[in-house]
């Protein structure tokens, strides 16, 4: 697999984490943001959508 989800200094397993409790409902990309002390919502919802495109 390939593309963004997979590229950064973020690893898979975190991103992956950090969707996967998104899709849950665990925390919209703001709180998991600041839980997981991501600088930015918008890269969770990017992560979010390449992780819907892309599958696991």
């Known amino acids: 697999m390939g593309g963004r989800f997979f590229m950064s200094k973020y690893s898979y397993e975190s991103k992956k984490k950090v969707v ?31 992780y819907q495109n892309l599958g696991d």
């Open 20 to 50: 996967l409790e998104y899709l849950a409902g665990k925390g919209g990309p703001v709180i998991l943001a600041r839980k997981y002390g991501i600088p930015s919502e918008t890269r969770i919802k990017e992560w979010v959508k390449a």
